[in-house]
């Protein structure tokens, strides 16, 4: 029955889109949640498809430091504007924490040492900037798997929730400053890190220090910097806008995975 | 009574004008498909390209890197916005519609203009969004017609081209009479032509899936799934160039396909793909 009725829908969708094409007015009418609805079951499909080919924990390609990219472009925020970030940077980051929090069982603060001195990870991977543009570079860092392991999960979590330092959009009320969620799948993936360091050396502020996150099956967005706050939830829906990130917030795909 | 023109019938000449099934039914749905497929993954395309109008090769490739192809936009003498295209070190001055066009009446910096993108401003998640949904409508569509196409023998029959028609002279002599706008009468006139046949191939078997592969390699989920993306093209920038290059193949296609259904009888073309009616002159006895 919900097959027959879900196959109704894309009919009737396929016939609207095929309408908004025909009259070069699809501006307008891309704006009409009938027709975004329709158009985003295609991240669904993406998201089911590549989930159902991603078995056994496939990695992103890792190259070599021959294949570094010379110069690797920064984007984004290239330097958080918050005082209470800048007096952490000026003391070396010695006295920032990560707070993981949320459905865990023992909430964690952690400084720089502390994840230093946990299981490392080296990976030398590509960067695919939704734009279009990719950089290789080499992450040094701690598997995020590592770290939730330590705060043991509690039933019902489902996302992990990154709060970020910096504010990318100003607005009055906060709601600029920058955050992403992945799930489980993803968090507990080897490839997935807390990386502190790029490139051979500590990680540079254009880049995110002092901790950024590498969800290396995935694109340039997900990839949050300048990382303050874990949390660990059941739903990111009463965050912000409730898409489950900056750029989900502002139409983009939670699966960034394409 | 059927299939048979009355008013060509009619006449005394010794040709007649019949109506021959040209297109199954299942070619003539995909192939209209298709036409809003293609239209819709072009300009979205174009979107997604804008964010970015610049293309590389190799596995890596951002703005400090060596572009061959850029659509950039400069300060002239003037202070005005200029428009460039660069291949490799040419520049050829492009304001107005590459590198800088008309945004709200102001001429801004922009890869493709305004007419050319879906949306028409400038809305990459936008862009994405119609671009991933047409680009499954269209693989399925694909799938589709490659399934009939194999099972109902559509490509044995009517686009392999056959021996005599790949013989050097035949193919000279239509390279000839397409050029003269003259095209076949007749029983000839019954099967697709050599130049069709290769054309249709060319894009069904090699500019389509070269499309949709590329398509694939830029994607980082794909990449880890099936890693010998990446080492077909030689690097997920090259598949992105690449992606580009089959793109403005299948335009030049479209452009050439479009002139020649033009010239070679628009309403019997058209009819021959909504009802699958072909009209053609024949000598043959009444049957």
């Known amino acids: ?258 | 009574m059927d299939g048979i023109d009355r008013s060509a019938a009619g006449r005394a000449a010794p040709t007649r004008r019949v109506l021959v099934r040209r297109h199954s039914g299942t070619v003539r749905v995909t192939h209209w498909v298709n036409v809003l497929c293609f239209g819709i993954l072009l300009m979205s395309g174009l979107q997604i390209f804008n964010a970015h109008p610049e293309l590389y090769w190799g596995q890596y490739g951002a703005d400090a890197d060596w572009s061959f192809l850029a659509l950039e936009a400069k300060r002239g003498d003037d202070g005005a916005i200029e428009g460039v295209t660069r291949i490799g070190a040419l520049e050829i001055p492009t304001t107005g519609v590459l590198g800088a066009s008309a945004v709200n009446g102001e001429i801004r910096p922009r890869g493709f203009p305004n007419w050319a993108t879906l949306p028409g401003f400038r809305d990459l998640a936008e862009g994405r969004r119609w671009h991933f949904f047409f680009a499954w409508l269209f693989v399925i569509n694909g799938f589709a017609y490659l399934l009939y196409g194999l099972i109902a023998g559509h490509f044995r029959r009517d686009l392999a081209p056959s021996r005599d028609q790949l013989a050097p002279r035949h193919l000279w002599h239509e390279i000839v009479t397409h050029a003269r706008l003259r095209f076949p009468k007749g029983e000839e006139a019954r099967r697709y032509n050599a130049l069709q046949k290769l054309a249709y191939c060319g894009v069904a078997f090699l500019l389509l899936p070269v499309m949709v592969l590329t398509g694939l390699t830029m994607s980082p989920g794909m990449d880890a799934a099936l890693p010998w993306l990446v080492d077909l093209f030689g690097g997920r920038q090259s598949a992105r160039s690449l992606h580009f290059i089959a793109a403005t193949l299948l335009v030049l296609f479209v452009v050439i396909h479009l002139a020649m259904v033009f010239a070679s009888g628009l309403f019997n073309n058209l009819r021959s793909m909504i009802t699958g009616r072909y009209a053609i002159e024949t000598e043959e006895p009444k049957p």
């Open chain 1, 1 to 258: 029955m919900t097959i027959r009725l879900d196959r109704r829908r894309l009919l009737t969708g396929a016939g609207v889109t095929a309408a908004a094409a025909a009259l070069s007015a699809c501006a307008p009418l891309s704006a009409s949640d009938g027709v975004r609805n329709v158009l985003d079951m295609a991240e669904q499909l993406t998201m089911h498809a590549q989930r159902l080919l991603l078995t056994g924990d496939a990695l992103a390609r890792e190259f070599t430091e021959a294949d570094l990219s010379p110069v690797f472009k920064s984007n984004g925020t290239h330097s958080p504007d918050d005082a209470a970030y800048q007096r952490l940077a000026e003391g070396g980051f010695a006295d920032w924490r990560l707070q993981v929090d949320g459905l865990v069982e023992r909430p964690l603060s952690l400084s720089l040492a502390d994840l230093r001195a946990m299981p490392s990870r080296s990976q030398i991977t590509r960067h695919d900037c939704v734009e279009g543009w990719s950089a290789i570079g080499k992450w040094t860092g701690v598997p995020l798997a590592q770290v939730l392991k330590a705060a043991g999960l509690k039933a019902g979590a489902r996302y992990v929730v990154f709060h970020c330092a910096d504010e990318y959009e100003k607005t009055l009320d906060g709601s600029g400053r920058y955050y992403e969620s992945i799930d489980l799948v993803d968090a507990f993936h080897p490839q997935t890190i807390l990386a502190y360091g790029m490139n051979g050396r500590d990680l540079p502020i254009a880049h995110g220090a002092p901790l950024r996150l590498r969800v290396e099956r995935q694109l340039g967005y997900k990839q949050a910097k300048y990382l303050m706050r874990l949390e660990i939830v059941e739903s990111f829906a009463r965050f912000y806008r409730g898409k489950g990130g900056f750029w989900e917030d502002r139409g983009y795909e939670w699966y960034a995975g394409i």
